[in-house]
C-alpha cells in the first residue's frame, strides 16, 4: 500500500467484484430481506469498501460504507447469533466508533452513523479471533495492533504477535513488530 498512489494497478478489479457482490448480495436481499448469505456478503462487502476509501483519505464516504456494513451485519447476527464471520468487521467498526475523538463523534452524529462502543469491539474481535472461520488471523492481528497502539496493553500484543512470529519465523515484519513491541512499549 503507498499512501501517495492515486490509484494501484489492481482498482479496476476490485471495484468490479466489490460492485458485483454488491449487487448480487443486494438481489438477494431484495427477495427476502433477512438473506443470511446477502447479509453477510453484502455487510462485508461494504465493510471492506470503506477501509479502502478511509485508506484514500475518503472519511466521510468511508463512514456511511462501513455504517452500511455495521447495519447489514447486526441483522445477520440478530437472525444468526453464531456467525462468528461477522464479528470481525463488527469488532472493527465497534471499536474505532467507540474510540473516535469528541469532534469525531458530534460529526459522526450530524451525518447519521451507527455509534460504536470499543469494549464491545475489543470483545467482537476477541469472539472471531477464536471462532471465525475467515477471519481468526486477521482478528487476532487487529487485536495486537488495537492492544499494543491504543489501549496501553502491549503484553497481550506481544504474545499474540509472538504466536505470529513463531508460525511464520521468515516473515520479517513479525521480526520488526515484535522488536518494536518490546522496544519501544515495554522499553
Known amino acids: 500500500y503507498d499512501k501517495e498512489a492515486k490509484e494501484t494497478p489492481f482498482d479496476k478489479d476490485f471495484d468490479f467484484f466489490l460492485k458485483q457482490t454488491i449487487d448480487r448480495s443486494q438481489k438477494l436481499l431484495d427477495k427476502n430481506s433477512r438473506d443470511v448469505v446477502g447479509l453477510f456478503y453484502l455487510g462485508n462487502a461494504y465493510s471492506l469498501k470503506s477501509r479502502v476509501k478511509g485508506l484514500r483519505g475518503s472519511y466521510f464516504s468511508a463512514g456511511r460504507d462501513a455504517g452500511k456494513g455495521k447495519n447489514h451485519l447486526e441483522l445477520l447476527v440478530k437472525i444468526q447469533p453464531d456467525q462468528y464471520d461477522a464479528f470481525y468487521n463488527l469488532g472493527v467498526y465497534n471499536y474505532l466508533a467507540g474510540a473516535l475523538p469528541g469532534y469525531a463523534k458530534v460529526l459522526k452524529t450530524l451525518f447519521f452513523l451507527p455509534g460504536g462502543n470499543k469494549e464491545k469491539g475489543l470483545n467482537y474481535l476477541k469472539i472471531a479471533s477464536k471462532k471465525s472461520m ?44 515484535l522488536g518494536t513491541l518490546i522496544s519501544d512499549e515495554i522499553n
Open 134 to 177: 475467515y477471519f481468526g488471523e486477521e482478528a487476532r492481528l487487529i487485536l495486537a495492533r488495537f492492544y499494543g497502539d491504543f489501549e496501553d496493553r502491549p503484553h497481550e500484543a506481544i504474545q499474540i504477535v509472538e504466536k505470529f512470529h513463531a508460525k511464520y519465523p521468515k516473515n520479517a515484519w513479525y521480526h520488526y513488530w
